[in-house]
């Protein structure tokens, strides 16, 4: 057992959290606009 | 009379406790309906392949090598990833993302609740070098293929037990999920009621979508591209409105074929000398802090948005970003109704589910994208 192994990687679970984060608000982001978009025009505000 | 028992003397006694797993396996998903779909072929498949010179499996006999069934099966559709990848088409046609369309921003739950791959990365890193370590934390994508396509490409040496693992935690939902979210809320929190408002959805947005998602997660992540885009591909078939036919046969006769196939072809990575390994306990071990971090990623992630939001969210629907699905959602919705007989929270708890599906292959492709061809 490395206990150090947990600390050494840690830049992985940044990275990967952030990662996650940013490309499920990127979709968030289009989900949002496709909705707007596809919207009855007299709906949209 | 030699020749009637002469295998009976090559049998070990590792071989027979691989029996006990394999029945210990089927009556879990016979009599305690626990993912019976693939508990059970898994379940056959290692009693099947743990026989002295188990002809399902490829064998070094005299010096010669007999190929088994399960190793040819295992070489068509696990090792090129084809078997996961079709049964996502399944999936795909089998989940609808209206609730999570109408409210796009519970998908930020789905991202929360990958806490526990991340953190279980760090954690098997201790025990494990990076690629096995890689590989065991997407058991908590709490989703089967994404886990056999990661640890397939990683190279990994535990695939038997990681698949074991995967599928016998997401059967275990229901067990392992209310004790987390009870710990980590109270019961004023577990209240918290959450009018569903559903907003009307396009056929065009439910179209796009899965295109969309398809381009966004393979400009990020091209190495797992193919996971999102068969789940996707599934989707549209669902959605496009022309292909009725096709879809009903992805949703039901595809991913049955598939299942059957994938379930006892996984039994053939649990032979003893393989399985039986302290290794093997510690995956389980690992498997089980992943869904417990997944759990209370979601949880916690969703109680530090309270702070800065007026109209409270239900800290409980954060659990429900676990890709297991839909048994996480339901779970979530049990334990609303538990407290609150009239809190009804199963369409945002299964919105947030799905979008776990779409954070956890995203999840397996950044792992893939940090550790593919390293």
Not at chain 2, 143 to 151: E, F, H, K, M, R
Not at chain 2, 217 to 226: E, T, Y
Not at chain 2, 240 to 267: D, H, M, P, W
Not at chain 2, 273 to 287: H, V
Request: with cysteine; aromatic share 10%; charged share 15%.
């Amino acid at each position: 057992m490395n206990p150090k192994a947990f600390f050494d990687n840690l830049y992985y679970m940044g990275m990967g959290m952030l990662g996650v984060f940013l490309v499920i608000g990127v979709i968030i982001v289009v989900t949002f606009l496709l909705n707007w978009m596809t919207k009855p025009k007299k709906n949209r505000k | 009379m030699d020749e009637l028992f002469r295998y009976i003397g090559e049998f070990h006694w590792q071989q027979l406790i691989m029996w006990a797993i394999g029945g210990i396996l089927i009556y879990l998903a016979i009599k305690k309906d626990m993912e019976p779909t693939l508990l059970l072929p898994i379940g056959f498949g290692a009693i099947l392949v743990n026989f002295p010179f188990s002809g399902a499996v490829t064998q070094l006999i005299n010096g010669s090598l007999e190929e088994g069934a399960l190793s040819v099966l295992y070489d068509a559709g696990i090792s090129n990833e084809l078997f996961p990848l079709i049964l996502f088409i399944g999936i795909g046609a089998m989940i609808d993302f209206g609730p999570l369309l109408s409210n796009p921003k519970l998908m930020i739950f789905g991202a929360a609740a990958q806490f526990g791959i991340f953190f279980t990365l760090c954690t098997a890193s201790m025990f494990f070098d990076l690629n096995d370590a890689a590989s065991i934390a997407v058991i908590g994508a709490a989703d089967g293929p994404t886990s056999i396509v990661v640890a397939q490409k990683l190279n990994s040496s535990y695939l038997g037990a990681i698949m074991v693992a995967a599928y016998s935690y997401m059967a275990l939902v229901p067990i392992i999920q209310p004790p987390v979210i009870r710990l980590l809320t109270t019961k004023k929190e577990r209240m918290i009621r959450m009018p569903y408002k559903p907003k009307e959805v396009s056929q065009t947005t439910r179209i796009l979508f899965p295109i969309v998602i398809t381009i966004i997660s393979g400009m990020v992540a091209p190495a797992s591209v193919s996971l999102v885009g068969f789940l996707m591909f599934g989707n549209l078939i669902r959605e496009c409105g022309v292909l009725n036919s096709l879809s009903e046969t992805a949703q039901k006769t595809l991913a049955n074929l598939v299942t059957i196939f994938l379930g006892i072809t996984i039994a053939s990575k649990m032979q003893a000398e393989d399985f039986l390994k302290k290794e093997t306990l510690i995956i389980l071990g690992l498997g089980l802090v992943a869904f417990i971090f997944d759990t209370a990623g979601g949880v916690i992630f969703a109680k530090v948005l309270n702070l800065f939001l007026k109209e409270k969210i239900n800290p409980m629907i954060g659990a429900a970003g676990i890709s297991a699905f839909p048994m996480s959602g339901r779970v979530v919705h049990k334990m609303g109704l538990k407290e609150d007989n009239q809190n009804f929270l199963l369409m945002q708890s299964i919105g947030v589910n799905v979008s776990g599906q779409i954070a956890s292959v995203i999840a397996g492709g950044l792992i893939l994208n940090f550790f593919f061809g390293k």
